[in-house]
């Protein structure tokens, strides 16, 4: 068993101001996307290193607002609406991937309006950026200390300080998160868009392997406390949510290539 290292939450406090590892997680994942889209903007015609900028500003606001809607919508809507206040403390953590996939694609529909561009010509050039954010966000979970995973003798196994977790050992599955939804989803999608690909296969691969990733990774994290499993004793709402994602995912790429063929 690993001893889990304990990390103040805040990162800088200035008097009354304070800055959390979780928010700072965030501004990393919008860096990364400004400087590997600008990057690789250099290098294709269709695109105007000028327009990253707002490309990233469409994407946070999707990002946040998305997300934080999504996790009251899916998974805690009564206890927001006892205490509506709580809704902007993001700092507490409390934001659904699911909520913000569904606040990015609305942003990147209209910057593909704003810029005249298709729309999954926008989103082919943005999905193989978004996994660093998604893994620095786990990382920023972990310091948390929230969405551990299920009691485990593993050898990695870790006792969270939260009372919540009973002081049991149990999967780090914010971690594995960090390494499948960021580090691997991030060398999939890089290395695979390195080369032309047909319109919305690159978007497609990115629904099917997160969609796949995050299922299987639900079988280590413990459910939600008021939600419990969703069915059958084992499904999670992760996984009523990403299911679809990754059978989504693959018809889309099985349809970006039938069309080019």
């Known amino acids: ?3 889990y290292p304990q990390i103040d939450p805040v990162a800088i406090s200035l008097g009354p101001v304070q800055v959390h590892w979780y928010g700072i997680m965030y501004l990393i994942g919008f860096a990364a996307l400004w400087w ?3 990057r690789r903007a250099r290098r294709d015609p269709a695109w105007n290193p000028q327009e990253i ?3 990233v500003f469409y994407g946070a606001l999707g990002t946040i607002l998305g997300g934080r809607l999504g996790y009251i919508l899916f998974y805690d809507l009564p ?3 006892e205490e509506p206040l709580n809704i902007f403390k993001i700092w507490e953590g409390g934001m659904s991937f699911h909520g913000g996939l569904l606040g990015v694609l609305v ?7 704003k810029t005249g561009k298709h729309f999954f010509q926008v989103t082919d050039f943005v999905a193989p950026m978004v996994p660093i954010g998604l893994g620095a966000g786990r990382i920023g979970n972990f310091i948390n200390g929230e969405l551990w995973g299920r009691v485990s003798d593993v050898p990695w196994a870790m006792v969270f300080p939260d009372p919540r977790a009973g002081l049991l050992p149990r999967h780090p599955s914010q971690l594995y998160e960090a390494l499948l939804e960021g580090l691997a989803l991030f060398l999939i999608l890089w290395f695979y868009s390195a080369r032309p690909r047909p319109v919305m296969a690159v978007s497609g691969l990115f629904l099917l392997c997160y969609g796949v990733f995050r299922f299987l990774v639900e079988f280590t994290r413990m459910p939600d406390a008021h939600l419990g499993f ?3 004793d084992w499904l999670t709402m992760g996984q009523l949510l990403s299911a679809p994602m990754a059978v989504a995912g693959g018809i889309m790429m099985w349809w970006a290539y039938r069309k080019k063929a």
């Open 1 to 3: 068993m690993l001893e």
């Open 36 to 38: 590997l889209g600008a």
């Open 53 to 55: 900028g707002d490309l």
């Open 79 to 81: 206890a927001y609406l």
């Open 107 to 113: 942003a990147m529909a209209l910057f593909a309006r």
């Open 230 to 232: 969703i069915a059958f």
